[in-house]
Structure formats: C-alpha cells, structure tokens
C-alpha cells in the first residue's frame, strides 16, 4: 500500500483526513510498543547473556575483560562449582520445590472449590482471612515464624521450608483458582449431579480437568518462589547438607578471594530450570492469568 505524503495528506479530501491520521497514528503507537518490548527484552536477556559469558572466564579476566568474550572458554568452572555443592544444593531446592507445588496445587485448588460452590457468612470470613493472607510481608513474620518452627523442632529440616512457602502462595493460588472456578458453567455440575457423581468426583472429573490452564499458572508461580527464595533458606536452614541454591551460594564467597567464575557458572546452573519451565510453560502461564482474573 502507498504511504500517503504530507503533500498527498494536503490534498485529499477533509473528510478523508480523520481516517489518515487514525492509520498514522496507530503505526506510531505499533512500532513504540514494538520498541519498548525490544528494550525489556534486552534489558532481560543481556544480563543472562553476561552472566553466562562470565561463567566461562577466568578470575583475572573476568576483571579486566569485563565485557569482552573469553579468550579461553573455562567450562571446568562448572564442573568446579557442581562438586563444590551445587549437585547438592540443586537435588534440595528441587525437592523443596516439587513438594512445595504438590501441596500448594492439592490444598489450594480443593479451597477454592469449596469457596467457589458454597456461600455462606463462614465462606465469606475465610475468604477474607485469605485475601489477608496476601498482604503479610515475609520479613515481618520472620521472628515469629522461627520461633514457632523451634518449639515445633523443625529448625534445619527441609520442611521449615515447605511448610512456610506453602503458606505464603496460598493465598494468591487459592485466589486464582477460585476466580477461575466461579467462571465454570453451573449446568455441567447439575449434570453431574442428575447422573450420580459426588462432591469429590465433581472436582476431580469436572473441575480440575477444566482447569490445566490455572493449575500450571500456579505451577509456575509457586515453582519460580520456592527455587528462588532467600531469605527463609538462609535464617532456618544452617546445615550444608540441606541449603539450598540461593543459600548454597554463599558458601562460595570467601572473605579474600570469590573465585567469580566458579560462583557465577552455580547461578546460571540455578537459572537453567527456572528458564526452561518459564519458556516451556509460557502459553499457559499467560492463559491462566488472563482466565484466573474474569471474576473475583
């Protein structure tokens, strides 16, 4: 199609003129958003891409050739960092995670199923006492948190952990199931009803098959806090034996010398399954967001 020149604009007809500068303006408003989805983008690969660039370098050049490619590609750097800890840290913060996803997605999909088909004052309280639930700060239950896990002797175990990061995304994986409960067709559950099928059959042949798109966006979700979670890994968990990644790494840092390379091959290590399952599960994390927010 021919682009119309500012002479061609001029000379067209007035009535004309509105629907030309709607079609500018809207090829003005494509290519802005084009840009600014360029720049995120950059702004989110090249970190990576130097973190991985890094990982591959020596300690001296890492200093002095900041920005550069490695003139010798270190890949024993990460066969370093995996015997120093990190195979152990991984198969903790992997274990952590998938049980903290299974009780999440277990617990929060029958809550809000329950908050979803009934309604009474009691299910307008919990449901309240939930959405409370999102507005505690992690760091302002911190004090109270570890000494409640020490009368309960759970200091040091993994399931300090679990139990706190299962409490912590509830609240929101409750929310986003229950929002995508209510928008399920009440005929399908009268069916099931009219042909026999109980409660418990009704959430597991009805509502869970009907709802893989949320149930992943609260895979992910619940998957992307456990593995990258701090500062609960730092305060309850001391032994070696049972840190996990973001903790782990710290023991690679020495009060004289931090061999870099060797600490930042470990970070792209625990960046690798965060990566994959965010590429791999993109369509459908956007999905169940998108489908989790019609109703409330």
């Known amino acids: 199609m021919k682009t119309n020149t500012k002479e061609e604009y001029l000379q067209v007809d007035p009535e004309k003129k509105p629907m030309i500068s709607r079609k500018l303006s809207g090829r003005v408003s494509k290519y802005t958003v084009l840009l600014g989805l360029l720049l995120f983008a950059f702004l989110i690969i090249y970190p990576l891409y130097w973190m991985f660039i890094s990982s591959m370098k020596s300690y001296d050049e890492i200093y002095n050739n900041v920005w550069g490619l490695p003139s010798v590609w270190h890949v024993e750097n ?26 999440v997605v277990i ?20 449901l309240i006492f939930i959405i409370g639930g999102l ?8 004090i109270p948190l570890f000494e409640l896990l020490t009368w309960l002797d759970l200091i040091n175990t993994r399931w300090a952990l ?6 912590f995304r509830l609240p929101l994986a409750i929310i986003l199931l229950r929002a995508f409960f209510l928008s399920i067709p009440r005929e399908l559950e009268e069916s099931a009803i009219i042909d026999g099928c109980t409660e418990f059959g009704i959430y597991t042949k009805i509502y869970l098959p009907m709802s893989i798109p ?47 390379g060797v600490l930042l091959a470990g970070m792209v290590i625990a960046s690798i399954p965060m990566i994959i399952l965010l590429i791999l599960l993109q369509k459908y994390l956007v999905r169940g967001l998108a489908e989790g927010s019609v109703k409330g």
């Open 78 to 103: 990460y066969l370093t960092a995996w015997s120093m800890g990190i195979s152990s840290y991984f198969f903790n913060s992997l274990f952590v995670t998938a049980v903290t996803i299974l009780l």
């Open 107 to 126: 617990i929060g999909s029958m809550a809000a199923f329950t908050l979803s088909r009934y309604k009474s004052k009691w299910i307008d309280a919990a």
């Open 135 to 142: 507005m505690m700060n992690p760091q302002v239950a911190l």
């Open 162 to 167: 679990i139990l706190t990061y299962v409490a």
């Open 214 to 260: 949320i149930l992943v966006t609260t895979f992910v979700l619940t998957a992307f806090f456990a593995w990258n979670e701090f500062l609960f890994a730092t305060v309850f968990i001391d032994s070696d034996v049972l840190k996990t990644i973001p903790s782990g790494l710290m023991n690679f840092r020495d009060a004289l010398r931090t061999d870099w």
